[in-house]
C-alpha cells in the first residue's frame, strides 16, 4: 500500500554539477533524502513500468539511502530497478549499466572524490537514458520541486538483501541485484588489447594501482590481477570501506602520496595509477614521471588509434574550459575539432550523443569516451597500458616525445577550499569588474592580452551556458582561470588554474612551479587572493 507522507521543503535542495552533495547529517535529517529523491521522481515524466538503475561508492549511508530509493520507487510506479550487489556500482559501471539494459535513468549515490564516514559526505545525483548527469534543466527543474515539495510516497516494506544477488519483489516491483563488475569488465574488453596487456605484464613490466579504499577495489582487481595477470597485491587499499579507511580518495599529489612515492623510487614500479572514491577520475604516473590530467588527455588522443575500440580514429576532442590546451594542439595536428566546454561532463554528453566528439577529458582527473556518458578512472588506465603494451617505451619516454612534438603546456591548479563564500564571490564579482580594464595591464607574467568570463553555447542544441569562469590570457597561450566550484559541502572552493606553454624546441624541462612562478605572482596582483580568502598559500596544489 503505497502511503503518502506529508513534509516541509528544504531551501538548501540546489544541485550542484554533479548532483546534490552534503554533509552525512545533513543526509539525516528527517524526510531530507525522501525530499530529494522525490523531487527528482516529480520533475520526470514517462517512467511509469520504467527500470531505474540504483548504486555508489560505498560511502556511508549508501546502504541506507539505497533502501530508501527502493522503496519510493516502487510507490513512484517504476517496474524495475537494477541494484549492484552490495549497493555497489561504480559511476562509470552505472552509466553502463543504464545504457546497456535500456533503464529510464539511475540514481549514483556519491559524493565522488570527497570523504566519506559519519562526519563526512554524501551526495545524490540523476543520470538520464543516456547513462549521463542529468542536464541543467532537469536539475533546474529538480530544484524548483524542491522548494514547494510538501508530501513524498513511500512503502513499509522489508529491506532488501543487497548482498544476494537475483530478483526480488518489492510490492510488484522487481529488484534486481547484479554483480556490479561483470557487465563493466567485458565492455573494457571490448575496447582494449588485454593479450597486449598481458604480453606487457608478462615481461615483468610492474603497475601498482591505489583503489583508495574506494569503489574501484572491486573492478580493478577483476580486471588487472583477474583478467589481465597481474600479481596479486598490484591493487592496494582494494577494499571499499564506508569511511575510505580514512583516506580522502582524491587522487592527487596531495591524497595519493604514497603513490607517488612509490613511483619516484629507482626500483618503484614502472607505471602507477588511482582512481577516486566512485571511479570516474584518475591519476597517472610513471617511473619518476608525474602526468598531469591535461597532459594525460592529449597523450591518450594522441595514441588512442593503438587500441582496438579507437583504431578507426576521432571524431572530435572535447575538454573542459579550465583544463590545458595541450589536446587543442593534439586535434590540430590530427585535423579534428576541438570543442572547449563549461567544467561538468554532462556538457560532453550532448556531443558523445551527437558523434561530434570521441575522447573527452577535464583537469580536474577525469577522462572517458564515448563508451559511456561518465568519466572513467579504470578506462584511463586501460588506455595507458593499452599504449604502453603497443609502443613498448616508458612513460618517461612517451611524454619526452610527446612534448618535443607538441611542446609543452606547464600547468597547475591551486584550490583554496573551504573559504567564506561572502568572501569568495566577493573576489569573482572583483575580477568580473574590472574585465574591460585588464588589457594592457603589466603583470610579473607580462602584459594581460585579453580577458573575458567564458560563456558556452551548446553546438547540438543553442543552450547557453554564462559566467563559467574569468580568463585572463597572456602572450603565446599563457593564462589565468579563477572559478568558484559546485563540488565541496563547506563554504566555498575558489580554484586558480595557471598554464605557460612553451612550444616544441623551447624548454621543456623546467619544473613546473619554476615556469609558472611568474604567473603566480600575476594572479595575487590581479585578484588580491590573500586579501579576500585569509589564506597565505592553498589548500592543495595539483
Known amino acids: 500500500m503505497v502511503q503518502i507522507v506529508e513534509t516541509v521543503a528544504f531551501d538548501d535542495q540546489k544541485p550542484g554539477t554533479s548532483g546534490l552533495r552534503k554533509k552525512v547529517r545533513v543526509f539525516q535529517q528527517p524526510n531530507y533524502a525522501e525530499n530529494f529523491v522525490q523531487s527528482v521522481f516529480d520533475s520526470l515524466e514517462g517512467y511509469a513500468g520504467d527500470t531505474l538503475v540504483v548504486g555508489g561508492d560505498g560511502r556511508f549511508l549508501n546502504r541506507e539511502v539505497i ?3 527502493l522503496r519510493m520507487a516502487a510507490a513512484n510506479g517504476f517496474g524495475r530497478v537494477i541494484v549492484g550487489q552490495g549497493g555497489i556500482l561504480s559511476t562509470p559501471a552505472a ?4 545504457r546497456k539494459y535500456g533503464a529510464f535513468g539511475g540514481l549514483v549515490l556519491s559524493a565522488s572524490h570527497n570523504p566519506g564516514g559519519p562526519d563526512e559526505d554524501f551526495g545524490i545525483k540523476y543520470n538520464i537514458g543516456n547513462g549521463g548527469p542529468a542536464p541543467e534543466s532537469v536539475t533546474d527543474a529538480i530544484h524548483a520541486r524542491s522548494l514547494t515539495i510538501t508530501r513524498y510516497k513511500t512503502l513499509e516494506t522489508p529491506d532488501i538483501d543487497l548482498d544476494a544477488i537475483g530478483t526480488h519483489d518489492v510490492a510488484g516491483m522487481a529488484v534486481e541485484v547484479i554483480d556490479p563488475v561483470a557487465d563493466y569488465a567485458e565492455l573494457m574488453e571490448t575496447l582494449f588489447d588485454f593479450a597486449a596487456i598481458r604480453a606487457l605484464l608478462g615481461t615483468g613490466f610492474t603497475i601498482s594501482f591505489d583503489a583508495m579504499s574506494a569503489v574501484t577495489g572491486p573492478y580493478a582487481t577483476e580486471i588487472f590481477e583477474r583478467r589481465l595477470g597481474a600479481p596479486a597485491g598490484t591493487v592496494v587499499n582494494g577494499t571499499p570501506l564506508p569511511d575510505f579507511g580514512h583516506h580522502h580518495p582524491d587522487p592527487n599529489l596531495v591524497h595519493a602520496k604514497d603513490l607517488y612515492d ?12 588511482a582512481s577516486d572514491g566512485d571511479g570516474d577520475r584518475n591519476l597517472i604516473i610513471g617511473k619518476q614521471r608525474y602526468v598531469t590530467p591535461s597532459d594525460s ?8 588509434h593503438l587500441a582496438p575500440g579507437y583504431a578507426s580514429g576521432l ?8 583544463t590545458s590546451g595541450a589536446a587543442d594542439r593534439v586535434a590540430a595536428a590530427l585535423g579534428i575539432p576541438l570543442y572547449e566546454t563549461p567544467t561538468g561532463w554532462k556538457f560532453f554528453g550532448n556531443l558523445l550523443d551527437a558523434g561530434l566528439a570521441t575522447i573527452c577529458g577535464e583537469e580536474s582527473a577525469g577522462t572517458g569516451s564515448s563508451h559511456v556518458r561518465e568519466k572513467d578512472g579504470i578506462w584511463a588506465v586501460l588506455l595507458w597500458l593499452n599504449i604502453l603494451a603497443a609502443r613498448r617505451e616508458s612513460v618517461a619516454a612517451i611524454m619526452a616525445d610527446h612534448w618535443a612534438r607538441y611542446g609543452r603546456n606547464y600547468y597547475a591548479r591551486h584550490d583554496y577550499e573551504a573559504i567564506a ?3 569568495a564571490n566577493a573576489l569573482m564579482a572583483k575580477l568580473r569588474d574590472s574585465l574591460a580594464t585588464l588589457a594592457g595591464t603589466e603583470t610579473p607574467a607580462g602584459a594581460v592580452q585579453a580577458a573575458d568570463d567564458f560563456s558556452y553555447t551548446d553546438p547540438t542544441d543553442g543552450s547557453v551556458s554564462a559566467k563559467q569562469g574569468v580568463r585572463i590570457l597572456f602572450a603565446e597561450g599563457s593564462r589565468l ?5 559546485g563540488t565541496g559541502t563547506q563554504g566555498a572552493t575558489l580554484r586558480l588554474y595557471i598554464e605557460r606553454y612553451e612550444p616544441a624546441g623551447g624548454d621543456l624541462g623546467l619544473e613546473p612551479g619554476d615556469a609558472l612562478a611568474p604567473l603566480i605572482a600575476a594572479a595575487e596582483q590581479l585578484a588580491s587572493i590573500r586579501e579576500f580568502t585569509g589564506m597565505d598559500e592553498p589548500s592543495v596544489i595539483t
Open 262 to 273: 612509490r613511483l619516484m623510487q629507482a626500483d618503484g614500479p614502472d607505471f602507477g595509477a
Open 481 to 485: 582561470v579563477f572559478r568558484l566550484s
Open 421 to 423: 563564500t561572502d568572501r
Open 95 to 98: 552509466s553502463h549499466v543504464i
Open 67 to 69: 533502501q530508501v530509493v
Open 297 to 304: 588527455l592529449a597523450v591518450l588522443a594522441a595514441n588512442a
Open 315 to 322: 571524431a572530435g576532442i572535447a575538454r573542459s574550459m579550465p
